[in-house]
């Protein structure tokens, strides 16, 4: 996915910008960026953040940078933020989102004069050059975010640093969260709300949906209001936010706990211990084990020192290895032991399948499973959520596919995707033998969305449902 940090001071931000970026860093795997505009102009540093933490490749940069005004971000994607000079002046930007559209909108710019575009590795066109194109395309950038939004099909919020201030755009319909915060002197902007929270900075507001502000050190002004329509993306509580921070006021860890009671109130199994597999799976786990009475245990516990959630390679052989080598057991709690486990989703189910083998190995008498959210049907259009490249890649997808072939109707589909048909019940009980669970029980839609405890209709739930 990706997160963006971005503060505007009336003295050198630097400092919040790079660990404002950095509380970022569990969104994201491969670049982090930081761009700062002062009294010698634009400066900016990229690095590679596969191997090693955002805070270490920046260390030196925050020693070297100085600026009023900051942008940064930590990118599962393309390097950035990007600074572009053009007839509406010099900026940098940075965004976080997807555009499935490319080679459409691209099309559209050749035809109004822009000539070329720098490809990056793989023969892929930076998204945020695309989006800075466009808003060059128009005669303000006010104008020319709201002529982006409305081309791009996917979504995208952004950040833009000008000499006079920042302009921060939540994308259109909302589908990320775009937070300000406020200190005496400084605002913020920020994906996540508590990325602030520790350098001095208060809640100020969260932008709507498609809003536009203009933040200088003594103001934020609505330049484009926000618009009616919510698609706020389930999945940030579910497995992406961090456990402290909340979105349209509804906490991260507290969505979890409910997830977990709800799971627990439909349930009949009595287990020995309730564990949550870390770290997402682990509040959900505490909520499961709080209504139901039954004890929560760590059965294995995340080796942190040197497997931080952060770092995982992008080959998925390589991150099925890591995700169980980062796992070491506690063979007291697991022995003869029957367990239920907790994690936030089943997407492929290489990692639970090996993470359950690897229990029994341990001793494990019985492994349920309980996935906090319902099964992955399709894959996402808005945000990069998952690396899946294929929704063939999803584990419920390919049992349907051993059921009904490939090419399966829409309305079939919804028929798998409704907790209460014959089909959903026999795709569960499909996965649930070939994963080798003792049983499987999802988290079911509805509960899913109370657990929110927001308006159904401002939540996206399209990789559940496939309705949009």
Known sequence: MGGIFGVVSGKDCVFDLFFGTDYHSHLGTRRGGMAVYGEKGFDRA????????????????????HGFYGIGCISDNEPQ??????????YAITTVGRINNVDEIVEKMYHRGTPHFLEMSGGNINQTEL?????NN??????????????????MTMLIMTPEGIYAARDRVGRTPLVIGHKEGAYCASFESFAYLNL?????????????????????????????????????????????SSYEGVNVEQMRYNCGDLLARRDDVRPDLVAGVPDSGTAHAIGYANRSGIPFARPFIKYTPTWPRSFMPTH?????????MKLIPVDALIRGKSLLLIDDSIVRGTQLRETTEFLYQSGAREVHVRPACPPLLFGCKYLNFSRSTSEMELIA???????????????????????DSKNYCEMVGAI?????????????????????????????TYCWSGKE
Request: charged share 30%.
């Open 46 to 65: 990229i690095h590679n953040i596969e191997n090693s933490p955002f805070r270490t490749k920046f260390e030196r940069d925050v020693e070297e940078m």
């Open 81 to 90: 933020p990007l600074i572009v000079r053009s007839h509406l002046g010099t």
């Open 131 to 135: 989006v800075a194109v466009m808003i």
């Open 138 to 155: 128009r005669d303000s950038i006010v104008e020319g975010i709201r002529y982006a939004q409305e081309l791009i099909d996917g979504s």
């Open 200 to 244: 001095g900075y208060s809640d100020f507001r969260e932008l709507g949906p498609g809003e536009i502000v203009f933040m200088t050190p003594e103001e934020v002004k609505t330049v484009s209001q926000p618009g009616t329509k919510m698609r706020i993306c389930s999945f940030l509580w579910v497995y992406y936010g961090y456990p402290t």
């Open 316 to 324: 998925q052989s390589q991150r099925n290895l890591i995700a169980k």
């Open 397 to 419: 997808r390919r049992i349907i596919a051993e059921r009904e072939g490939e090419d399966v109707p829409q309305e079939k589909l919804y028929d798998y995707a409704n907790p």
């Open 432 to 460: 649930c033998k070939q994963q080798k669970f003792t049983s499987l029980k999802y988290h079911r839609l509805d509960d899913m969305v109370e657990s929110i405890g927001i308006e159904p209709c401002k939540l996206c």
